[in-house]
């Protein structure tokens, strides 16, 4: 009978577990609310890198500055907002594929270069194989004749790989997948031999690489003809209600700061910052403008 009992209890525990478990899924969380001003954007999901980032890098920046995070999931959402708020905002938002036309009209999510600061980090596209692999480096992904090659299909990122790819090796098969948790798990199980992708997990054996700064791999300029061959992609920092006064002294000091250093290592990438965030709030406008650019004409 005392076992019986106990085995109820122990089903009632684990039942009320996973109940609690779906239900704080589901549901947003909160964050603790400062004093200040400046509230942070978050569009992608709680507990993401975009999260991340704000929690430990953009707030503690933003310091006493700091009021509350908006969380509206969804870039389309969280546009309307902007567009109808008088609250001071700043964030973090992904410029490229958000500004990519629906049907020819303008994406729900667009976002005016007026409202970009600045590029706040770049992230790289590497070449990967599964480090359980054998003779599936850089000789095989450039010559094998039928490798497989999985990519980012969504929109920009996927005109991108595709022009660099097939410079290097016309024989590849490029296969598109919709995120990250399908094309990672295809290389474990086989289903691609290669990734051309910017996330690098312990996994993966990556050789080849779009950034500059990753000497310990190939730079793809050196292998493809594409001009997007050595073009890592850029997220932005955007403002919205502020001047750019104020919002420029925020994008300083976090550029400045060792919280987005440990940030960027902690999501793989090197802590160095991309040149171009040297130079003027307009000189940067006008290379994301040009990249953009160059990325929509291959689709």
Not at 96 to 113: I, M, Q
Not at 169 to 198: C, F, M, R, W
Not at 199 to 208: G, I, L, S, V
Request: net charge positive; proline share 4%.
């Amino acid at each position: 009978m005392i076992k019986k009992t106990l085995s109820v209890i122990v089903l009632f525990l684990s039942m009320m577990t996973l109940i609690t478990t779906f239900t704080s899924a589901d549901e947003t969380p909160t964050w603790e609310k400062g004093n200040g001003d400046v509230n942070v954007l978050l569009y992608y999901r709680p507990g993401g890198a975009y999260d991340r980032l704000n929690q430990k890098v953009i707030i503690p920046n933003l310091g006493e500055s700091f009021g509350e995070v908006k969380a509206i999931r969804g870039c389309a959402k969280m546009m309307d907002y902007l567009r109808n708020t008088n609250d001071k905002v700043f964030g973090q938002w992904d410029w490229f594929s958000t500004n990519v036309p629906k049907d020819g009209a303008e994406n729900p999510c667009h976002l005016d270069l007026e409202n970009i600061v600045s590029i706040s980090y770049s992230f790289p596209y590497r070449a990967c194989s599964l480090k359980s692999a054998t003779g599936k480096g850089l000789a095989d992904f450039r010559n094998g004749d039928g490798i497989t090659i999985g990519i980012n299909g969504n929109g920009i990122y996927k005109g991108q790989a595709v022009d660099v790819l097939k410079s290097i090796n016309p024989k590849a098969k490029i296969i598109p997948y919709s995120s990250s948790k399908k094309y990672l798990p295809a290389l474990q199980s086989g289903e691609v031999d290669y990734l051309y992708v910017s996330q690098q997990k312990d996994f993966m054996d990556c050789f080849a690489s779009t950034d500059v700064n990753e000497t310990n791999m190939t730079n793809f300029s050196e292998i493809s003809k594409s001009s997007l061959a050595d073009k890592n992609t850029y997220p932005v920092f955007v403002a919205f209600n502020m001047s750019e006064k104020e919002a420029m002294a925020i994008v300083k000091k976090i550029h400045a700061s060792q919280e987005l250093k440990d940030f960027m290592v902690s999501v793989g990438l090197q802590p160095a910052l991309p040149k171009q965030t040297q130079l003027s709030r307009k000189k940067q406008l006008k290379f994301l403008a040009n990249w953009h650019k160059d990325l929509l004409d291959l689709m």
